[in-house]
DNA sequence: GTCTATATTTCGATAGAC
DNA sequence: GTCTATCGAAATATAGAC
């Protein structure tokens, strides 16, 4: 038996520190493993999408062999499963605000400043999965111990609530959309500009439509 | 040797009406076969992604065998180029506006106001892009004989103009991903609404982050 | 224009040695 | 924990009859 087992994927060099799992790697100095592989899939997965990055490639660039892989985890999947879990991890800081009353602008201004920060520290593993949409759901499909608080779940639970106006749910999702696309589908027009700078232009730009 | 002649796809239902070529389809009564293959690979291509999605599925679909498929498309990359053909004859109109001079607010929300209404109308078209951006990505790689006016490509040629302020080339994105994400990211949120309410919503959002 | 049948490749995954 | 070797499945694509 080896250590990976199925689906039960840890959000990996956060958690997974106990047992006689592949040891955790807070400690910078030399990357597990396992972290190698993650950080390699996340990149090799949104450049060639999770159907087109293969096992090998993912060896081949680690200098390893596809068995090694097998070792850390239980099937492809469940590769981009940990990358899932580490991104939700991100994720439910912010979700925690909204509770099962009506969600106003304010409120979703505030949520989405503190996503805009974490996205943009995190953006590889945002973009990996606005790239792989179609896989991602499959896996969700897949899983059937589904704990279903999934972060975009909860985003069309609140754009879907009829108690709130349709011109304000627009807006959600258009402020939404706007940070999204500054960070992510611009490609690198913006890469010369700091973190701070692209962040607060951002928020201006969020203000101005839920504030229309 | 068969129709199918590599690389060469035309748009298909609006363009090949001449040699010996399968029948231009404008007439409604019945999709030709090949417009039939189209119609169901958007469908697939977006659900399970381009890689996702076999030929063997699209076949079964239309209750034909593979080798028909290949009777009109010489390969499967072949049928996503024909679609991508499809979306860029609907995105050139708008993308003509653009000359060399440096593209100002005004402008940028005249283009996207028309390119919200096409979106609109072919939103399944743009879905299809969004969700298979790794093999588009590649098929443009393949592709050498590479007309590369694309629309992505003018989009992000625009946002990195270093004539226009930081300031504004970040409103011009939000802009954009703000339609978009009214449009591809919230689900079926707001499904029951009208495209015309939908895309007043939209062009009004748009307007206060290009005036902001 | 569509079919049957098959060639060819590549992938995900496993077994067992070290 | 990593390796060699291999299996079985599924995919793209082709050949040739009808």
Redesign the interface.
């Known amino acids: 038996m080896t250590q990976a087992t199925s689906r039960q994927a840890t959000v990996g060099g956060l958690a997974d520190s106990e047992d006689g799992g592949p040891a955790d790697d807070a400690t910078p100095e030399a990357a597990s493993t396992r972290e190698r592989i993650l950080n390699v899939a996340i990149d090799l997965f949104?450049?060639?999408?999770?159907?087109?990055a293969s096992l090998r490639e993912i060896a081949e660039r680690l200098d390893v062999t596809k068995a090694a892989i097998y070792y850390h985890f239980a099937s492809k999947d469940d590769i981009l499963m940990a990358l899932h879990m580490r991104l939700h991890e991100f994720g439910k800081d912010a979700l925690g605000k909204m509770t099962d009353e009506p969600v106003t602008l304010e409120l979703w201004g505030e949520l989405l400043g503190q996503l805009v920060g974490q996205m943009l520290a995190q953006r590889k593993l945002f973009l990996l999965h606005e790239?792989?949409?179609?896989?991602l759901e499959?896996l969700h499909r897949d899983d059937h111990d589904a704990e279903h608080d999934d972060i975009q779940d909860r985003f069309?639970r609140v754009?879907?609530d009829p108690r709130v106006s349709?011109?304000d749910?627009?807006?959600m999702?258009?402020?939404?959309?706007?940070?999204?696309?500054?960070l992510f589908?611009?490609?690198?027009?913006?890469e010369g500009?700091s973190n701070q700078?692209?962040g607060e232009?951002?928020r201006?730009?969020?203000r101005?439509?839920l504030a229309?």
Do not use: H, P
């Open positions: 949104t450049e060639k999408g999770f159907d087109g790239r792989n949409q179609a896989a499959k069309r754009l879907a349709l011109r749910r627009v807006r999702a258009c402020s939404f959309g706007a940070a999204f696309a500054g589908m611009s490609g690198d027009a913006f500009t700078e692209l232009l951002l201006d730009a969020m101005d439509i229309g």
